[in-house]
């Protein structure tokens, strides 16, 4: 079944757009079966649970435990290829 | 407009030694200039707190900004700190970031808002363009610097 990841930043407007259009590219290209919804850090905190993944660039509260990853690198582009490899890991199992 | 150097309204070389006190130069070009409106520096001051915005690049920078209806038209404020000022990094408020560039971003429709977030990131990952901005003394040399970054670029 694909993996659901939530891709998150403060609005859920701005930078998850800017991450959304990155992560999609690089689930395509490594073609990774996963479904991928745009959301924010308030939003998130109700619904964690029916993702597999949170990718976000803002700090998540300690309540969600879903794993959460931290798209910064993505969207600077600096130290994006490390939190792409991660991204695929934790879409492997 | 086409490039980011079409939005820069105002470039500052400040001394100022807290978060506070540059987000409030910058924001008092943006609001006297009639780009945003008075709630705007509160409002930035606010998010910059809950939503912190520095990032780390060859030259650490911020992009402090804030929601849509603050702002009368778009416009970007551009400040270079003689001094770095520990901002917190985005994503992970626990990590500091010792900024030297500041963009302040008031932009008013999201479609754009995400180009032009783009474009600077494009922009920031230029250690030569950095530099180059950090030496500037003018608007207008600001201005040129930035011309060859264009807007919604992928």
Not at chain 2, 1 to 16: A, H, N, P, Q, T
Not at chain 2, 123 to 141: A, F, P
């Amino acid at each position: 079944m694909a993996k659901k990841i939530a891709v998150i930043c403060g609005t859920g407007a701005a930078t998850s757009t800017i991450i959304m259009s990155k992560l999609s590219k690089f689930l395509k290209e490594k073609e990774i079966n996963a479904q991928t919804t745009q959301s924010n850090v308030n939003a998130i905190a109700n619904s964690y649970k029916d993702f597999d993944l949170i990718v976000s660039t803002t700090h998540v509260p300690n309540s969600v435990t879903t794993k959460t990853i931290n798209a910064v690198p993505i969207l600077t582009g600096i130290g994006a290829d490390k939190v792409f490899a991660e991204i695929e890991e934790e879409l492997k199992e | 407009m086409g490039k980011v150097s079409d939005y820069i309204v105002d470039f500052k070389r400040l001394s100022e030694f807290s978060v506070e006190k540059v987000l409030r130069r910058l924001s008092d070009s943006l609001i006297e200039s009639g780009y945003a409106k008075d709630s705007f520096l509160r409002s930035v001051l606010e998010r910059e707190e809950t939503y912190p915005t520095g990032l780390p690049a060859s030259i650490g920078v911020a992009i402090p900004h804030t929601d849509p209806h603050h702002i009368h038209k778009p416009g970007i404020s551009i400040g270079v700190l003689q001094e770095p000022v520990v901002f917190q990094m985005m994503g992970n408020s626990s990590e500091r970031i010792h900024v030297e560039i500041v963009f302040m971003l008031a932009i008013k429709d999201p479609k754009e808002q995400v180009k032009l977030l783009q474009s600077l990131m494009e922009l920031i990952q230029s250690e030569e363009l950095l530099s180059r901005l950090k030496e500037c003394n003018s608007l207008d040399e600001v201005k040129s610097s930035l011309t060859i970054i264009p807007i919604g670029s992928d």
